[in-house]
């Protein structure tokens, strides 16, 4: 009796040795996750219609602009480099596009953002809507154009090369549905 005792306290000696180290294994790794936490970049993209009202203007009468917003969320200051489109579902493709002209200077692409800064990069909607033909194509190129055309994502890449997507807001994407079904109307009379 005392032998049968004694084999199964050296069996709970063992199974309490082998979790107290996959204990510290696990200890160690979520100390590493944290620790890596601050090093992360993460950006909030915004892709919108705004509309710009100056003082004593009505909402009516103020400029309907494009604009898109990229926020460092994330601990680690960054630098936002390159402008872009994700194009399709399966197949993803990423189209870079030149920054416009900005409306303030300060807002200029390449920009490095320390923690809880943006860049807003507005264009007018004109401007912008005459700029979209590539886009557009890229988009027709699809197997299933409709699919790649709700899957359109605006976003920005920074300077460490990883990209960041955002939905564009109804009004947005109220524009794009509308010039792609122009562009589809005007390669179907070709």
Excluded at 4 to 21: N, Q
Excluded at 129 to 144: D, Q, R, W
Excluded at 159 to 167: E, H, I, N
Excluded at 175 to 180: A, D, G, I, S
Aim: some cysteine; hydrophobic content about 45%; proline content about 6%.
């Amino acid at each position: 009796m005392c032998t049968l005792l004694a084999a199964e306290c050296r069996w709970v000696d063992i199974v309490a040795e082998y979790l107290t180290a996959l204990g510290t294994v696990g200890a160690v790794i979520v100390a590493l996750y944290f620790a890596g936490k601050d090093r992360r970049e993460k950006v909030a993209v915004s892709p919108a219609i705004h509309i710009a009202v100056q003082e004593g203007q009505t909402l009516a009468q103020g400029i309907r602009l494009f604009g898109l917003t990229a926020t460092n969320v994330g601990f680690a200051p960054l630098t936002v480099q390159k402008l872009c489109w994700r194009v399709g579902v399966f197949r993803k493709t990423v189209l870079y596009v030149d920054p416009p002209v900005p409306m303030n200077p300060s807002q200029r692409i390449p920009r490095m953002l320390p923690r809880g800064d943006w860049v807003i990069v507005q264009q007018r909607e004109d401007q912008f809507i005459s700029g979209l033909t590539f886009l557009l194509e890229e988009l027709n190129k699809s197997p299933f154009p409709r699919w790649a055309l709700r899957s359109l994502r605006a976003g920005v890449e920074t300077s460490t090369r990883k990209r960041f997507f955002g939905r564009p807001n109804w009004d947005l994407a109220k524009v794009l549905r509308e010039q792609f079904d122009a562009f589809r109307k005007s390669q179907l009379k070709r």
